[in-house]
């Protein structure tokens, strides 16, 4: 009995998903802390990693990972490429407003993925008391740990296993631009439109053209 590529894959999936599920089930990797639970930073200098522990199911993680799963890639990349610009944006947020500096960073991280959205719903909140939600609230990946874990998994096999494997099987990724591709300025043949240019182009194919034979 030979296994198909196919099924081979599945098999890969299938023994990663057991894998990592067995290792979350083993420890408390499920166990987020509660809002409640979140530690207080005033006291820790700007920019201090004492809070970083790069763990998407912790609420109390203020690592670059926060940044990117609250707000994504343009408040990560202010924070990764212009890190003294972020870090006194999230002080003067907490010497203004006297919160925490998870409260501050999360403001910040908003403010620097949207601005002037930013702007206008802290002016909605204090003129007209409107309520957009705890800055601090857990994310999607914490709302929906299990889920979550499965579609990250899913995405790894699919894209770095499955895809690759199967382009394989097909010959592999061809580029047609290279060997003239693009065309701009196909001609009429007995078989359709074609490339002069072309590798293997046939000359006497061409349909009414008066430079065909020449």
């Not at 601005?115 to 999607?140: A, C, F, H, S």
Request: proline share 6%.
């Amino acid at each position: 009995y030979i296994q198909s590529p196919i099924h081979f894959s599945m098999l890969q999936f299938r023994n990663a998903l057991l894998g990592i599920w067995f290792f979350a089930a083993s420890g408390d990797a499920f166990n987020s802390p509660s809002l409640k639970s979140i530690r207080p930073s005033v006291g820790l200098k700007a920019g201090s990693r004492e809070s970083w522990t790069f763990n998407p199911l912790d609420m109390n993680d203020l690592s670059p990972l926060d940044t990117l799963l609250r707000r994504g890639v343009i408040p990560l990349g202010v924070r990764l490429f212009n890190e003294e610009k972020y870090e006194d944006a999230v002080s003067n947020y907490m010497q203004k407003d006297g919160c925490d500096r998870a409260t501050a960073q999360r403001n910040m991280d908003a403010f620097f993925n949207d601005p002037n959205g930013w702007v206008v719903n802290q002016g909605r909140m204090r003129d007209l008391g409107e309520d957009y939600g705890d800055i601090n609230g857990k994310t999607g990946v914490q709302k929906r740990p299990i889920f979550s874990v499965i579609w990250s998994i899913f995405t790894f096999w699919a894209f770095f296993i499955f895809f690759p494997t199967r382009i394989a099987e097909l010959g592999g990724v061809n580029p047609s631009l290279p060997d003239n591709g693009y065309c701009r300025y196909p001609v009429q043949t007995v078989d359709g439109l074609k490339c002069k240019d072309r590798k293997g182009f046939q000359f006497n194919s061409i349909i009414n053209d008066p430079n065909t034979f020449k």
